[in-house]
């Protein structure tokens, strides 16, 4: 409420889509990962933090019966309970990853990428998998609803409802040819949206903005200071 009436101005964060770049088949070579297997890409911050929801991610993975299932995890924390929740797939666990190229391989060599935090602002973890040409499927909370275009460049279902979740990826894994065209979608948004020299640029621009106005304002304060009283 204290700066309704005020210009405001949303920069979003910035992605460097020369190293999240979709290279789906280098990726899985990189990683040894089948290159005729389907992939689901996990990556948190910490995977046994509650509010990124990867216990839904679980429940939901748990009654996906796509033959040949690879799970692409990577982050921090204990992962144990989750590799041990999918004895059904082949759970893939890179722990947590530093290295920027690594890490694009992790979202590079996914078919689908599921982001189910409960909480988040403008999650970098999303801007990244859509640079990298994977389409994502997440819980529509604030934020991330900002960033993807349901059926368009990504899909969301409502949060923490796990059936939905279920039921969109069992759909978009048995439909190849949806989750390419939406990758390739996310990945053309990336580009025109969060290239990181447009993100300095935004800056640049809104600084310049912002001290013309001061101009402005000081130029205008002088010129009433140096006119004469009315006698």
Known sequence: GVFQAADQVVIPYGVDTRIFHPH????????????????????????????????HAVAALRRIDVPGLIVLLAGGGESGPITEALTAHDVHCLGYVTDRVQLSHCYAAADLFLSTSLAENYPCVVQEAMASGTAVLGFDIDGVNEQITHDKTGFLVPTGDTGALTMAARRLLENRSLLVDVGEAARRHAEAEWRIDLFAERHELLYRDVLARAGKTQASSETMSTRSPKT
Do not use: M, Y
């Open 24 to 55: 789906r088949e280098q990726a899985r070579r990189a990683l040894g990962l089948s290159l005729s297997r389907p992939i689901i890409g996990l990556v948190a911050q910490g995977v046994d933090d509650p509010r990124k929801g990867l216990d």
